[in-house]
């Protein structure tokens, strides 16, 4: 079972998914996500996926389940990375997810997280 | 073969791989052989994406709509009007209730997104599907570029 590391950097919590995840896989890092979360109150959660090559409607829904998840502990949530082709072929599949924020790179995300975004105190 | 424009045609079809689809990891599995035979027929980097996506939304419907999971080949058509490759999916049931719902953006029966379907659909160049109570048939074709 793929294990996804997630880090803890300036009131930011980073986790990049490379490959796939099998449902088992995604509920596991679901509540680590969420305790981590919740422990360490951050104001934002990124989650890169610039490695990963396919998100199917099974992928985009967790995505789209997380970002609520978060939000409703207080804190913001991101996504980087998405590739040009992915892009593309998550709107031909109808899936905008219109309420995710997204950035073009980890580097953009986190910069809008520490300057842009005040901590809830 | 679905398009009438091959019908008459010079037309050779050959089964490169077939996939049994009954547990979560065939899923990946089936993607990565897609992924292999469509770098190996010359696809570009978007098409590839939209393959293998479409086949991750037919394997995800036999894994979790299937009595008994299914079975996906994928072939390569070699014809007049150049190369494709096809996927051909089928199951034993319980077949799909209202086929015209199953089309719709945003229809899902459980809990998912709703996009699998019309999204193959928009995805691949030619779609058919056909569905009783005791199985679907959904065949899909991409042709090279």
């Known amino acids: 079972m793929t294990i996804i590391p997630i880090l803890y950097l300036k009131s930011t919590l980073i986790a990049s998914i490379q490959t796939e995840l099998t449902d088992e896989e995604v509920l596991l890092f679901q509540s680590n996500l969420l305790k981590k979360n919740h422990k360490l109150n951050t104001k934002g959660v990124i989650i890169d996926v610039s490695t990963l090559d396919v998100i199917d409607s099974y992928m985009a829904k967790v995505l789209k389940d997380l970002t609520s998840m978060v939000k409703l502990q207080g804190s913001v949530f991101l996504l980087s990375g998405v590739k040009p082709a992915v892009s593309s072929t998550l709107v031909d599949m109808g899936m905008m997810l219109n309420n995710v924020e997204t950035f073009l790179s980890l580097d953009q995300a986190f910069d809008y997280l520490s300057t842009k975004v005040q901590a809830k105190k | ?135 679907t048939s959904i065949t899909c074709l991409k042709w090279l570029i």
């Open chain 2, 1 to 135: 073969m679905t398009s009438n424009k091959t019908s008459a045609l010079k037309y050779a079809e050959s089964i490169l791989c077939e996939l049994v689809i009954k547990k979560e990891w065939q899923i990946s599995k089936a993607r990565q052989e897609l992924k292999k035979i469509a770098l190996s027929q010359g696809y570009n980097s978007t098409s590839i994406v939209e393959l293998v996506t479409s086949m991750s939304e037919l394997a995800y419907n036999l894994f979790f709509h299937t009595n008994n999971g299914g079975e996906i080949k994928i072939s390569v058509i070699k014809c007049d009007n150049g190369t494709g490759i096809k996927l051909a999916c089928n199951d034993s049931g319980p077949g799909i209730i209202s086929i015209e719902d199953a089309l719709q953006d945003g229809y899902s029966t459980n809990g998912g997104l709703g996009g699998g379907l019309p999204g193959i659909k928009r995805l691949m160049d030619e779609f058919t599907i056909a569905s009783n109570q005791h199985g």
